[in-house]
């Protein structure tokens, strides 16, 4: 069993900053990518960022410059920073965790910016 423990969303104004955090936890075989998606009402789930373990970081073009993917390998860990955060933002986000043989998703954490 494999689970993903988001934390850190919540409530914030224009221009403010959250960090968010996923912990990835049971029995799995060697992570390769992790990231994170969001998913605003009425809209689709849309990748957010996106690490490997070589690669260089992909992100949205809405958010580039704004937010921060990084990851802690001995931690099976997958973080995003935002800042400067608009109303825009607003969404469940989600983090994924995949592998050769497998694909998971944590449960969402809503982030809402106010303006």
């Known amino acids: 069993q494999v689970q993903l423990v988001e934390s850190g969303g919540g409530l914030v104004q224009t221009g403010g900053s959250l960090r968010l955090s996923c912990k990835a936890s049971?029995?799995?075989?060697?992570?390769?990518?992790m990231g994170w998606y969001r998913q605003a009402p009425g809209k689709q789930r849309e990748l957010v960022a996106h690490?490997?373990?070589?690669?260089?970081?992909v992100y949205a073009y809405s958010v580039k410059g704004r937010f921060t993917i990084s990851r802690d390998n001995a931690e099976n860990t997958v973080y995003l920073q935002m800042s400067s955060l608009k109303p825009e933002d607003t969404a469940v986000y989600y983090c994924?965790?995949?592998?050769?043989?497998?694909?998971?998703w944590g449960q969402g954490t809503q982030v809402t910016v106010s303006s």
């Open positions: 049971g029995n799995f075989f060697s992570i390769n990518g």
């Open positions: 994924n965790i995949n592998g050769d043989t497998f694909n998971y």
């Open positions: 690490i490997t373990g070589g690669d260089k970081p």
